[in-house]
């Protein structure tokens, strides 16, 4: 019963290509979030969407775009992989009258070569 | 959002309490203290939250100091499963925020 899930779990792509990561969650919530988590095991919020509108968008490039298909879902697509893209992306789902409990994903590996 | 400050790592033995600090001492009026933890591999876990009085729930105890500029997180009696990064975030809890995951405490409980 994962609340809130993501695949793939690891990925490894080269420079240049484009790739999906995504994210479902079965809480019900009506928020779900997208952050990244650099190599220095900082994380930052990239996204976050409410009733497919997205509310915050952190000075990420316009290389990544979130796409919600349905409340349940928030898919996270990057175009044009850079080096620097590498990290962990986690994607975290919660209510919007309730925002500070999140209930985070286990996380995709993303590794660009 | 207000900065936090914690210590880079600490030490607990299991069964024992582990109380992990956090200095907020530009925390604005409407800021609430959060605090999540990350065990190795997973994603962040919510543990608490305050804005002003002491909290308690399943998983810990929050205190805030009166003036609200610095808080602790009490594991009241910490297992080996606890061993985790804790972070310690202040926001407001309007539309908007912002949320950003400093460098937290990595507590280690030992056997």
């Known amino acids: 019963d994962t609340a809130v899930s993501q695949t793939p779990k690891y990925l490894v792509t080269q420079m240049g290509n484009d790739k999906s990561i995504k994210c479902e969650q079965n809480?019900?919530?009506?928020?779900m979030y997208w952050y990244k988590q650099d190599s220095k095991k900082f994380l930052k919020i990239m996204f976050s969407?409410?009733?497919?509108?997205?509310?915050i968008n952190e000075t990420v490039p316009n290389r990544f775009s979130p796409k919600s298909p349905d409340k349940a879902h928030l898919n996270l697509h990057i175009n044009s992989l850079e080096l620097g893209d590498s990290a962990v992306y986690f994607c975290?789902?919660?209510?919007?009258?309730?925002?500070?409990?999140?209930?985070f994903g286990p996380g995709t590996r993303l590794l660009v070569l | 959002d207000a900065k936090t400050t914690q210590p880079t790592s600490m030490d607990c033995a299991e069964g024992r309490a582990a109380n992990l600090p956090c200095n907020h001492s530009t925390i604005s009026g409407n800021e609430y203290v959060y605090w999540y933890r990350q065990i190795h591999s997973q994603g962040p876990q919510y543990i608490i939250h305050g804005l002003k009085n002491n909290e308690t729930n399943e998983m810990a105890s929050l205190i805030i100091t009166e003036d609200r500029k610095s808080s602790t997180l009490i594991l009241p009696h910490a297992t080996l499963r606890d061993t985790a990064v804790y972070y310690c975030i202040v926001r407001g809890n309007t539309g908007g925020f912002k949320t950003i995951f400093g460098a937290g405490t990595r507590l280690f409980v030992k056997a």
């Open positions: 969407y409410n009733n497919k509108e997205l509310i």
């Open positions: 975290a789902s919660s209510q919007e009258s309730r925002r500070e409990t999140q209930y």
């Open positions: 809480l019900g919530h009506d928020t």
